[in-house]
Antibody, heavy 118, light 110 residues
């Protein structure tokens, strides 16, 4: 069973860039889309974007181009950068594998809390 | 791209059945049979319980079932157990390679 683990700084200052990494344990890394999803405090889940091993990416238009999702195949890692952060970007960030057909997410990482504060 | 509409909370007693709705538009739920549902227990990561509207992943209890009518998808949990107490999230394909979630529903087992 594939295992995903998010990592990154827990605190980010307003207007700065948030950078997170997700490490994937499985050799099937190259055969799936991978995605980032977040859950702001007290709110529901929000899809951020996804990447395929070809480099193809898709993003939530509500983020207005602030998000970039990329992958490093040799390291089996997926990365997220989010620019110009505000307090509204505070929340738990999850990475997940995208499956069937690719519009579902399974499994998920445990999540990492990011707080935007000065 | 507004979030899908879910009730904030539902409740039921052990052994009962409950249904959670997920209302979308003709741009998402109404146009595709690509709704998924996730269970998120307190302090844990979400878990996929329904995909493509009605399909259950291996290992997910038959007590969970999905359906759709028009622009609204439904998750039904039968024979409620205390362990079902969790937040439930729906997600739909929304065209142009984008996905959209609902605001989540908190299930309380009385």
């Amino acid at each position: 069973q594939v295992h995903l683990q998010e990592s990154g700084p827990g605190l980010v200052k307003p207007s700065e860039t948030l950078s997170l990494t997700c490490s994937v344990s499985d050799d099937s890394f190259s055969h799936y889309y991978w995605t980032w999803i977040r859950r702001p405090a007290g709110k529901g889940l929000e899809w951020i974007g996804r990447v395929y091993f070809t480099g193809d990416t898709n993003y939530n238009p509500s983020l207005k181009g602030r998000a970039t999702v990329s992958m490093d195949e040799p390291k089996r890692q997926i990365s997220l950068t989010l620019t110009s952060v505000t307090a509204a970007d505070t929340g738990v960030y999850y990475c997940a594998r995208v499956v069937s057909p690719p519009t579902s997410f399974d499994p998920w990482g445990q999540g990492t809390l990011v707080t935007v504060t000065s | 791209q507004a979030a899908l509409t879910q009730p904030a909370s539902v409740s039921g007693s052990p052994g009962q059945s409950i249904t959670i709705s997920c209302k979308g538009t003709n741009s998402d739920v109404g146009s595709y049979n690509l709704v998924s549902w996730y269970q998120q227990q307190s302090g844990k990561a979400p878990k996929l319980i329904i995909y493509e509207g009605t399909k259950r992943p291996s290992g997910v209890s038959e007590r969970f079932s999905g359906s759709k009518s028009g622009k609204t998808a439904f998750l039904t949990i039968s024979g409620l157990l205390s362990e079902d107490e969790a937040d439930y999230h729906c997600c739909s394909y929304a065209g142009r390679s984008t996905l959209i979630f609902g605001a989540g529903t908190s299930l309380t087992v009385l």
